[in-house]
């Protein structure tokens, strides 16, 4: 008798071979390299530990914090609009997507449904009904 712990390992190993997965190692590899990006994402996190610092101060300084406030949201509009970030984000979408799929077949078989019924990923939100739920997430 196969362990199920071994099979699911071995639909995990598929899972990387998948061109989504595929594409969201490659995504993320070149986030990885530019330069320009890791600068940037440093930059945020340094400007958001500064924003952070200042709120929590006994004697808030409003202006400063809303100087900061803005840093920190230019530098992430400046992160969302790298090509290499975009690229990455795009990426991500879709292997969520196969994800959601994958969770809503092992939620079937674990309600006592049969898992190859599933054919569709699951639709975005609960309609309250469990009768036509692919499972929860």
Do not use: W
Not at 7 to 16: I, R, T, Y
Not at 77 to 85: A, G, K, R, T, V
């Amino acid at each position: 008798m196969t362990d199920v712990i071994t099979l699911f390992k071995e639909a995990a190993a598929a899972l990387q071979k998948d061109p989504r997965y595929i594409d969201l190692d490659n995504a993320r590899t070149l986030n990885d390299k530019d330069e320009e990006l890791q600068q940037q994402i440093g930059d945020f996190n340094l400007a958001r530990i500064d924003l952070n610092a200042a709120v929590g101060e006994e004697t808030r300084d409003e202006e400063k914090i809303g100087r900061l406030n803005d840093r920190v949201n230019q530098l992430y509009l400046d992160i969302m609009q790298n090509e290499s970030m975009a690229a990455y984000n795009d990426a991500k979408t879709e292997m969520d997507a196969l994800l959601q799929y994958i969770n809503a077949i092992i939620s079937a078989a674990v309600n006592g449904e049969d898992p190859m019924t599933v054919e569709e990923p699951p639709a975005g939100g609960c309609s309250g009904s469990c009768g036509s739920c692919g499972g929860c997430h």
